[in-house]
């Protein structure tokens, strides 16, 4: 089964300031769907940005985007231009063959 | 449109009490998961199924079971509570995620505690 690792525990970045956040797995598939979700105090899970393994161009959306290499599995989240409701806890997930499976999470601090 | 709605929003249960969280989705989805969430973690896959009748253990899936008899509704049962599994349960759906378009709904969580 697919493992995910975000090595980072707490992450720290100022207002307006960019942040790069890591994420790495580990899986036996070709195909695949990696993602990356938002958890803020409310505890909702909020899609930020999806990728999938057979595109080479790297996602992104709006002011989120990843930094995706797959032969070194890694799939990494960069947000620019920081806001303060960027505040959250954030999950990285590995999807394939109907199992997602989701990191430890990054709790990332938005300093005004 | 209700999504994906969890009951109850929070629970506490004695050691060896046994309770069912409820999950039901509108949204005729055929994929529906179980995860839970300790303080501070991420989500672990608890069980999950692609559809009515069918269903498979994750990650996690010691000391619960789950039903699946109807594409609406996806119950997580507990047996015998133990401390180990005061979390917060969350419920998620998917028609498919084979799809640009298509993503996870999650339910709001369920905070159980077992004392």
């Known amino acids: 089964a697919q493992t995910v690792t975000q090595s980072q525990p707490e992450m720290s970045v100022q207002e307006a300031e960019t942040v790069t956040l890591s994420c790495t797995y580990d899986t036996s598939e070709s195909d695949y769907y990696l993602f990356w979700y938002k958890q803020p105090p409310s505890r909702q899970m909020i899609l930020v940005i999806r990728q999938e393994a057979y595109k080479q161009q790297n996602a992104t959306e709006n002011r989120f985007s990843v930094n995706f290499q797959k032969a070194a599995k890694s799939f990494s989240l960069k947000i620019s231009d920081s806001q303060l409701g960027d505040a959250a806890m954030y999950f990285c997930?590995?999807?394939?063959?109907?199992?997602?499976?989701f990191g430890a999470g990054t709790r990332l601090t938005v300093k005004p | 449109n209700a999504g994906v709605t969890q009951t109850p929003k929070f629970r506490i249960l004695k050691i060896g009490q046994s309770m069912t969280l409820q999950c039901t989705q509108d949204?005729?989805?055929?994929?529906m998961y179980w995860y839970r969430q300790d303080p501070g973690m991420g989500l672990k896959l608890i069980y999950y199924?692609?559809?009515?009748?069918?269903?498979d253990k994750g990650e996690v899936p010691n000391g619960y079971n789950v039903s699946r008899s109807t594409t609406e509704d996806f119950p997580l049962r507990l047996e015998l509570a133990a401390p180990s599994q005061t979390s917060v349960y969350f419920c998620a759906t998917t028609r498919t995620l084979n799809n640009r378009e298509e993503k996870l709904f999650f339910g709001s969580g369920t905070q159980l505690s077992v004392l």
């Open positions: 199924s692609v559809g009515a009748g069918i269903t």
């Open positions: 997930a590995h999807y394939n063959n109907n199992d997602m499976r």
């Open positions: 949204m005729n989805h055929n994929y």
